[in-house]
């Protein structure tokens, strides 16, 4: 069965908008990860969040391991933050499907 | 500069033939992964290694043989390539063990491969 589901699966937004992400786990989470996949395919580091609340200017992460879930709040978004989002289990190596999002102009 | 770097980019090759994948991390890190995406963008694991030895070896064809001659590199080589193996292989590295706390991944820029 599904370990970690995203949603949404998609999203397009106007530029300046805000979102959320979220990652439900149905296992135990070892160790939470963020990832940007741009449009170029590169696989970039946003959040290494096992616990707690982070932030990196526009974006922001929550992980409440008790519960089995994250949250990646971006704000204002940005033409340049589109593309896929996902999280990774990393400490059982899985990861969610992603979101796809679309930021337009 | 200090990365997670993958060698060649892209790969174009015929069904049958066999190829390799480089990896090499600078990063000091002590284990290494190979991952490959799907073209639903789907990325799963394939190979783990922690200090040269294998660790995580999930259900792959034995087509596929990573090979880690030190903790730094990390090559995947590929006999008889099949049309379904197009793909994009990444590579990443994490300071500790799976089981530890450091295992925040870094990522190459992977390798697409297409089997014609």
């Known amino acids: 069965g599904i370990q970690v589901e995203q949603s949404p699966p998609d999203l397009i937004l106007q530029e300046g908008a805000n979102s959320t992400l979220r990652c439900n786990f149905s296992?135990?989470?070892?160790?939470l990860q963020w990832f940007h996949q741009n449009p170029w395919g590169q696989l970039i580091n946003l959040f290494y969040?096992?616990?707690g609340t982070k932030q990196n200017g526009r974006l922001s992460a929550t992980t409440v391991a008790t519960e089995r879930y994250s949250l990646l709040y971006i704000s204002s978004s940005q033409t340049t933050d589109s593309g896929v989002y996902f999280c990774?289990?990393?400490?059982?190596?899985?990861f969610g499907q992603g979101t796809t999002l679309q930021v337009k102009p | 500069d200090t990365a997670v770097s993958q060698t060649p980019k892209y790969l174009v090759t015929q069904m049958g033939n066999d190829k390799s994948i480089k990896c090499e991390q600078n990063?000091?890190?002590?284990?290494m992964y190979w991952y490959k995406q799907d073209s639903k963008k789907f990325l799963k694991i394939m190979f783990s290694?922690?200090?040269?030895?294998?660790?995580i070896n999930e259900t792959v064809p034995n087509r596929f043989s990573p090979k880690s001659p030190d903790k730094a590199h990390l090559n995947l080589h590929i006999n008889s390539l099949e049309l379904g193996d197009s793909a994009v292989y990444f590579c990443?590295?994490?300071?500790?063990?799976?089981?530890?706390?450091?295992?925040?991944?870094?990522f190459g820029p992977g390798t697409r491969l297409t089997v014609l």
């Open positions: 290694y922690n200090n040269k030895e294998l660790i």
């Open positions: 969040i096992p616990s």
């Open positions: 990774s289990n990393t400490g059982k190596l899985i």
């Open positions: 296992d135990s989470v070892n160790n």
């Open positions: 990063l000091g890190h002590d284990t």
């Open positions: 990443a590295s994490s300071p500790g063990a799976l089981g530890t706390a450091y295992n925040e991944q870094f």
